[in-house]
């Protein structure tokens, strides 16, 4: 498998200088991503982080509106904890720092462990866990984090950059969680750069259903299907865990290395069963947002919206990864 | 025979020795369950726990340890990260002399595997860490108990290691990357009791020498 | 191959659905896609069109500061002269229309075609020829339309949004044109819907140079290297027909498989190689533009600014491939 | 043995047989030197051409011929539908009579030949629709001249433009998709060609029965 890298052992290196040469308002320093303005005194700040490799989350969220600092770790391995402290610090404006988590063993411990270490910064984490292919039980370590990580990390970001103090933020950041769902289903494995060979091997004929987001292989297969089908499963899953009602902001999400064209396919199947359900699509994302690399396939991502969440939605955000308003 | 810090320093240089040499079978478990990645991650943090302890000169088996356990929460990340690091940082803490007796050290690794469980709340039967380390720990402390000198004791922590690896094969995972998995993670020996069998074996042929 | 579609008959009008469908400011008529708001009196008309497959190109281009409407054709097939002269009348307010053509046969013939038909309108075609792999000569047919296409669309669309006189617009249009210049190197080749197979095969030794962007061969084969090594490659080919100098636009392209991590190593060395000829990246693009559908690989296009074109590329446009300032 | 309506409704429809029967050898063409969408291209168009004919009646050869064109214009996009939609158009303005003689047909086809070769520049030897479109005249009309009747012309005319399709093969294009290939474009039959030679063999076809 062919990458456009120069060593694999450099490729968050050299990907992160990339960044911040095609973005001016960035800057990074010992492998984490900051706006380059720096902290705004009185505003919460906003740290994330989680492996690399699934560009543009989180390095690519950073900016006015969305987070502070992203810590990227290596290729599908969280960030230690040495990163989150020292973006947590720099972001610190004095009115707390708003830690953004994917519930994911990693990227659970390592910010547990930085969230330890700073203790001179009062700190609130919010856990992301919206994928329903994965049960949230005493048998598993929860839902995994996803695509509503998106939609955490925008409104809390807006709300922040409005503002509000810490709980507030923490406290919508979560029920932004509370109300978002995503599934997933791969057509192909993704291949990582320092293997050179794909995750899994997946038959022409079949999908993988439920598939996370670091070439986990999901919980079953199933043969391949129209868009339709395909769009259907999936929101059916999501359906299933969060009645659709109401005005939704629907994530189409590619992983990668579908066609945009295919994406919004999907999306326009989406939309159908959404009205089918009789909720409306008020917001909408289609594209790459939280990528496997160079996985085929996609995820769809719903929040049910209220007012102050399409409002904190709708803010200006400027980032290379999401950006209007600005 | 008693453990002094050249012997720590033997053990730590040797697994980092034995996971470069195996990283690719760690990954490639990882990839049937995980993310494809421990071995890498395993690989990149001895690497740098190697060129940390050469930088310095250590005193204390404690010392040793507990450089390596901060140096691997620097530079793994994942799950692993953490825990091996925080299970070294426990070790170390309690074996602050410059040299141990094998139930010291037994004493050492029991807060290791605390401190593993403390943080990542795993119990024996969820296909982790824990159940390589957990039996490794027992056949240890029934070795000193028959008898055992620290060679002897060592390599029946090994055995056992590698026995509870091998069980974790037929275990549904519940901890970790591998439970999104449910019944599909069957059938898989877990990475990270490997790479407990793997720490384990290199403390009995350093004890061995 | 898998693909994320019904029926391959149907994908392009599938995806089209599933754009206006996340893009209520887009309206999709017998296979156009419009500005919803319709033509704004007064205001000089920008028309693009080409083949499908390489979204956003063209459909996701149109919106405030960029096109007022796009003719996609069916996959990397020209749309036919009836879509463009439909999409002509429409969006004419009486200031004339800009056809915006990619440099291929079948484009010009089409767009020459309908402007034939559609004498009523006062017409000027800009012809975007950037694409360095081909000679300019007798014995092709001339320099392909690529990467520059954005540049030329985001310009000429903010200077009529500005209210410039259609032979304004077009001037500038072809001076954008006449500034850039692109590369483009294929890893792999793509997979068109209709026949679900690669359209090469290219050795996991071997990378396609000045590769098309319908996943048209390019002019030679050359060994895999590095990010740095092929980044060098394609700025070679560029500086040497157009010599990097002062301020620049750049972008790096992905061809639409290529992870974003990926592009953004790439574009690392595109700016080193910048600064090591004394120029300056004064504006950039990374990210997923100008696409063949799955294809792995990148393209880099450069445009030299002045003051007037970097006022027009910073104006606000507000579509659903490029958004900024609103 | 002249042409009338039915024979030029014949052939069109002989014509959207052969090209759907050959779509992906054209396709497969196309892939090598272009992009791979020749035969999809022409299928759609004479799939919508029958379709269109069937509609309506029609009182000349004219009329058929230039809804042939019209219809191929509006629905095959790429180079291949301005060109073999003017040329169809030309030809039907040119034949506007319920039967037309071998000579004027001969006339018809040339006006749409020159205007494959007003719209699209290309001259014999570039790898294009001429180069079989060229030779099938000539050898229409060297037939006429030596005394064939409509079906020894058209059969001459097939032979051709088979001819003129094979000597596309070493070519090097410098028209169209295959002209940015270069020396590269060698060694590769142009699709384009292939589907003219599909015309004149079904126009030989029906002119036979
Ligand atoms: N809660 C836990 N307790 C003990 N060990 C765990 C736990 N979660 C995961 N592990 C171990 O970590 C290993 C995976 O490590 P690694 O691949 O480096 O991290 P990640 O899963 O973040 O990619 C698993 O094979 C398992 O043995
Ligand atoms: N300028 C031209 N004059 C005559 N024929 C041409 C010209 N350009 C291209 N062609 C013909 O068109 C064929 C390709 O048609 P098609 O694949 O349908 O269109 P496109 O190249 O736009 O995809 C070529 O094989 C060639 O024979
Ligand atoms: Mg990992
Ligand atoms: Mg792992
Ligand atoms: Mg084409
Ligand atoms: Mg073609």
Same mark, same amino acid.
């Given at each position: 498998?062919?990458?456009?890298?120069?060593?694999?052992?450099?490729?968050?290196?050299?990907?992160?200088?990339?960044?911040?040469?095609?973005?001016?308002?960035?800057?990074?320093?010992? =492998?984490?991503?900051? &706006?380059?303005?720096?902290?705004?005194?009185?505003?919460?700040?906003?740290?994330?982080?989680?492996?690399?490799?699934?560009?543009?989350?989180?390095?690519?969220?950073?900016?006015?509106?969305?987070?502070?600092?992203?810590?990227?770790?290596?290729?599908?391995?969280? *960030?230690?904890?040495?990163?989150?402290?020292?973006?947590?610090?720099?972001?610190?404006?004095?009115?707390?720092?708003?830690?953004?988590?994917?519930?994911? /063993?990693?990227?659970?411990?390592?910010?547990?462990?930085?969230?330890?270490?700073?203790?001179?910064?009062?700190?609130?984490?919010?856990?992301?866990?919206?994928?329903?292919?994965?049960?949230?039980?005493?048998?598993?370590?929860? &839902?995994?984090?996803?695509?509503? #990580?998106?939609?955490?990390?925008?409104?809390?970001?807006? !709300?922040?950059?409005?503002?509000? *103090?810490?709980?507030?933020?923490?406290?919508?950041?979560?029920?932004?969680?509370?109300?978002?769902?995503?599934?997933?289903?791969? !057509?192909?494995?993704?291949?990582?750069?320092?293997?050179?060979?794909? /995750?899994?091997?997946?038959?022409?004929?079949?999908?993988?259903?439920?598939?996370?987001?670091?070439?986990? *292989?999901?919980?079953?297969?199933?043969?391949?299907?129209?868009?339709?089908?395909?769009?259907?499963?999936?929101?059916?899953?999501?359906?299933?865990?969060?009645?659709?009602?109401?005005?939704?902001?629907?994530?189409?999400?590619?992983?990668?290395?579908?066609?945009?064209?295919?994406?919004?396919?999907?999306?326009?199947?989406?939309?159908?069963?959404?009205?089918?359900?009789?909720?409306?699509?008020?917001?909408? @994302?289609?594209?790459?947002?939280?990528?496997?690399?160079?996985?085929?396939?996609?995820?769809?991502?719903?929040? =049910? @919206?209220?007012?102050?969440?399409?409002?904190?939605?709708?803010?200006?955000?400027?980032?290379?990864?999401?950006?209007?308003?600005? | /025979?008693?453990?002094?810090?050249?012997?720590?320093?033997?053990?730590? &240089?040797?697994?980092?020795?034995?996971?470069?040499?195996?990283?690719?079978?760690?990954?490639?478990?990882?990839?049937?369950?995980?993310?494809?990645?421990?071995?890498?991650?395993? =690989?990149?943090?001895? #690497?740098?726990?190697?060129?940390? @302890?050469?930088?310095?000169?250590?005193?204390?088996?404690?010392?040793?340890?507990?450089?390596?356990?901060? #140096?691997?929460?620097?530079?793994?990340?994942?799950?692993?990260?953490?825990?091996?690091?925080?299970?070294?940082?426990?070790?170390?803490?309690?074996?602050?002399?410059?040299?141990?007796? *094998?139930?010291?050290?037994?004493?050492?690794?029991?807060?290791? !595997?605390?401190?593993?469980?403390?943080?990542?709340?795993?119990?024996?039967?969820?296909?982790?860490?824990?159940?390589?380390?957990?039996?490794?720990?027992?056949?240890?402390?029934?070795?000193?108990?028959?008898?055992?000198? !620290?060679?002897?004791?060592? =390599?029946?922590?090994?055995?056992?290691?590698?026995?509870?690896?091998?069980?974790?094969?037929?275990?549904?995972?519940?901890?970790? &990357?591998?439970?999104?998995?449910?019944?599909?993670?069957?059938?898989?020996?877990?990475?990270?009791?490997?790479?407990?069998?793997?720490?384990?074996?290199?403390?009995?042929?350093?004890?061995?020498?």
């Amino acid at each position: 498998m062919k990458k456009l890298i120069n060593d694999p052992g450099a490729v968050v290196e050299d990907a992160l200088n990339g960044l911040v040469a095609a973005h001016p308002s960035l800057a990074v320093r010992d =492998r984490v991503v900051y &706006r380059a303005a720096g902290p705004r005194p009185g505003k919460v700040g906003l740290v994330s982080g989680g492996g690399s490799g699934h560009e543009p989350l989180h390095a690519g969220f950073v900016g006015h509106g969305m987070l502070d600092a992203a810590c990227p770790g290596e290729v599908f391995t969280s *960030p230690v904890p040495d990163q989150i402290v020292a973006a947590t610090a720099a972001v610190d404006g004095g009115a707390g720092v708003l830690h953004v988590v994917k519930n994911y /063993t990693g990227d659970v411990l390592n910010f547990e462990m930085a969230a330890e270490l700073a203790e001179d910064v009062e700190i609130v984490s919010v856990l992301v866990n919206d994928d329903v292919a994965v049960q949230d039980s005493l048998y598993t370590a929860g &839902r995994r984090g996803t695509g509503a #990580t998106v939609f955490v990390e925008k409104i809390a970001g807006a !709300l922040a950059e409005e503002g509000a *103090p810490l709980a507030e933020v923490a406290r919508v950041a979560s029920e932004v969680n509370a109300r978002s769902r995503s599934f997933g289903i791969a !057509l192909t494995s993704c291949t990582t750069p320092a293997s050179g060979k794909p /995750t899994f091997e997946l038959p022409e004929s079949d999908v993988e259903l439920g598939v996370g987001i670091h070439g986990e *292989p999901g919980r079953q297969r199933a043969p391949m299907a129209s868009a339709r089908e395909l769009a259907a499963l999936a929101m059916e899953a999501v359906h299933g865990d969060l009645p659709l009602e109401g005005d939704l902001l629907v994530m189409v999400n590619g992983m990668g290395g579908t066609p945009l064209m295919e994406l919004y396919v999907v999306f326009a199947e989406v939309a159908a069963y959404v009205r089918g359900k009789g909720a409306r699509v008020a917001r909408s @994302l289609v594209g790459n947002y939280v990528t496997s690399l160079d996985m085929q396939g996609f995820s769809v991502t719903v929040c =049910r @919206l209220d007012d102050t969440l399409t409002r904190l939605w709708d803010a200006p955000v400027e980032t290379p990864g999401l950006r209007w308003g600005r | /025979t008693h453990v002094d810090t050249d012997t720590a320093l033997a053990w730590v &240089r040797a697994i980092a020795e034995s996971v470069a040499a195996h990283a690719d079978q760690l990954t490639r478990l990882d990839a049937a369950i995980g993310d494809a990645d421990h071995g890498i991650n395993m =690989r990149r943090g001895f #690497t740098a726990v190697v060129a940390a @302890l050469d930088a310095a000169r250590w005193s204390t088996v404690g010392e040793v340890l507990t450089k390596t356990g901060t #140096t691997l929460v620097s530079t793994v990340g994942g799950a692993s990260g953490p825990l091996y690091g925080s299970a070294f940082r426990a070790a170390g803490k309690a074996l602050a002399s410059p040299e141990v007796s *094998p139930e010291e050290l037994l004493a050492g690794l029991t807060a290791g !595997l605390e401190a593993v469980q403390r943080l990542g709340t795993a119990e024996p039967g969820d296909k982790t860490i824990v159940d390589a380390y957990r039996p490794a720990l027992d056949a240890f402390e029934a070795a000193l108990r028959d008898g055992a000198d !620290l060679a002897g004791a060592a =390599r029946a922590a090994a055995d056992g290691a590698e026995a509870g690896m091998r069980d974790t094969t037929p275990m549904v995972a519940r901890k970790g &990357r591998a439970s999104y998995l449910g019944p599909r993670s069957q059938g898989h020996q877990d990475p990270g009791a490997t790479s407990t069998a793997l720490i384990f074996r290199a403390l009995a042929e350093v004890a061995d020498r």
